[in-house]
T-cell receptor
Framework: SAVISQKPSRDICQRGTSLTIQCQVDSQVTMMFWYRQQPGQSLTLIATANQGSEATYESGFVIDKFPISRPNLTFSTLTVSNMSPEDSSIYLC??????????????FGQGTRLTVV | LAKTTQPVSMDSYEGQEVNITCSHNNIATNDYITWYQQFPSQGPRFIIQGYKTKVTNEVASLFIPADRKSSTLSLPRVSLSDTAVYYCLVGDPYNQGGKLIFGQGTELSVKP
């Protein structure tokens, strides 16, 4: 299993500013994933953060808006830049772990609830 | 990654068995079926994963017919604490790098 800590758990930010969300995992992992969950919606993958290389972004998400750092195998940050009210969402960090010879299971942090005013 | 379709919402009562069906007509040979549970203000939590036939763990059972175009998550004797959103995901966990594509999910409401 994996334990993921995210900081901050919530924040209220002014439009036009930026917020950096931190994600710490209790074990070394090759890839970390960042998701967004808008109010009342499902999760949408923003990007995959690989250690030692640039993040891979999904369609509709760009590095200028959501820069990601991955300095080592246990840590990543996601920055939400130049925020607008439309960025108000829960942002979640995730890793995947293979459980023995069977299940491949994803573990999620508690999320960061961002409100942009 | 195969697209999934599941009911938007379901209601149940405590003590009942709940079956949530997910359609995935375009499932590929290497795809597995995985279900996650999400409570409000929490990240999703893994429930069960299977490839074919039936899988059972301490939480739920997963039934997968021979054609694998659908699957059913079965929750025995639900309680109020099972009220959550349940997501069905289909994909190859070994070759898609661990990224997950979530569908809309099924919001289960358990009433006393």
């Amino acid at each position: 299993s994996a334990v993921i800590s995210q900081k901050p758990s919530r924040d209220i930010c002014q439009r036009g500013t930026s917020l950096t969300i931190q994600c710490q995992v209790d074990s070394q992992v090759t890839m970390m994933f960042w998701y967004r969950q808008q109010p009342g919606q499902s999760l949408t993958l923003i990007a995959t953060a690989n250690q030692g290389s640039e993040a891979t972004y999904e369609s509709g998400f760009v590095i200028d808006k959501f820069p990601i750092s991955r300095p080592n195998l246990t840590f990543s940050t996601l920055t939400v830049s130049n925020m607008s009210p439309e960025d108000s969402s829960i942002y979640l960090c995730s890793v995947t772990s293979r459980q023995g010879s069977q299940n491949t299971e994803a573990f999620f942090g508690q999320g960061t609830r961002l409100t942009v005013v | 990654l195969a697209k999934t379709t599941q009911p938007v919402s379901m209601d149940s009562y405590e003590g009942q068995e709940v079956n949530i069906t997910c359609s995935h007509n375009n499932i590929a040979t290497n795809d597995y079926i995985t279900w996650y549970q999400q409570f409000p203000s929490q990240g999703p939590r893994f429930i069960i994963q299977g490839y074919k036939t039936k899988v059972t763990n301490e939480v739920a059972s997963l039934f997968i017919p021979a054609d694998r175009k659908s699957s059913t998550l079965s929750l025995p004797r639900v309680s109020l604490s099972d009220t959550a959103v349940y997501y069905c995901l289909v994909g190859d966990p070994y070759n898609q790098g661990g990224k997950l594509i979530f569908g809309q999910g099924t919001e289960l409401s358990v009433k006393p």
